[in-house]
């Protein structure tokens, strides 16, 4: 059971546009969402996070956007930079720190 | 402060063999939790330990089995190995009392191949 999916894959953009990474979820108990970043051969690192009563978080050139009524979140990155290519990751934890993880997506920031 | 350590980085098994595969904690940290990564997957929860017991487990068989020592260091063993456990294995660390994103550290993962 998929309780976080990625539906896309792989996204491409130039340097210097937004990169919109999508997510969505089927547990409507989750109250905690977080974004993690992969590069090969790392580990995931953790990037942002939100909490289910806000719908918008802000770090820098990361924001993570929620609806909760559409249970879809999504992380937008602007501008793109090529260091950020890699894999992303969004998770969200049970109330025993388990983490449901999507798929994944795989960002190609094009110079 | 080192973070989470995991050996070996990379091993090869015939099916049918076992494995045991290593984690050291971030120093402070006393919960560590196993992932299991396939190609093009997600990394999908195998369990969790917390003052050397298993705490939570996922949708794993019972020849995953784990251990966690006195100084927080866990092991992941897999008996009986077939070709689908070829995977990374990720370990991550976190204090028992933080949920979400805090402390919540994963290491490098080890690369398992069964052959």
């Known amino acids: 059971d998929q309780q976080v999916k990625q539906n896309s894959p792989s996204l491409s953009v130039q340097e210097g546009r937004i990169s919109i990474l999508n997510c969505d979820y089927t547990n409507s108990m989750f109250d905690y969402f977080l974004w993690y970043k992969k590069y090969p051969a790392e580990g995931p690192t953790f990037l942002i996070s939100?909490?289910?009563?806000?719908d918008k978080n802000e770090d820098g050139r990361f924001t993570v956007f929620l609806n909760k009524s559409a249970k879809h979140l999504s992380l937008h990155i602007v501008p793109s930079q090529p260091g950020d290519s890699a894999v992303y990751f969004c998770?969200?934890?049970?109330?025993?720190?388990?983490?449901?993880f999507g798929t994944g997506t795989s960002l190609t920031v094009i110079p | 402060d080192a973070g989470v350590t995991q050996s070996p980085t990379h091993l090869i098994k015939t099916r049918g063999q076992q494995v045991t595969l290593r984690c050291s904690p971030k120093s402070g940290h006393d919960t560590v939790s196993w992932y299991q990564q396939a190609l093009g997957q997600g990394p999908q929860f195998i369990f969790q330990y917390y003052e050397e017991e298993e705490r939570q487990r996922g949708n794993f068989p019972d020849r995953f089995s784990g251990h966690q020592f006195p100084n927080y260091s866990s092991e992941l063993n897999v008996n009986a190995l077939l070709l689908g456990d070829s995977a990374l294995y990720l370990c991550?660390?976190?204090?028992?009392?933080?949920?979400?994103?805090?402390?919540?550290?994963f290491g490098s993962g080890t690369r398992l191949t069964v052959v």
């Open positions: 939100i909490s289910s009563i806000k």
């Open positions: 998770a969200a934890p049970n109330t025993g720190n388990q983490f449901y």
């Open positions: 991550a660390s976190s204090l028992s009392r933080d949920r979400g994103n805090y402390g919540y550290t």
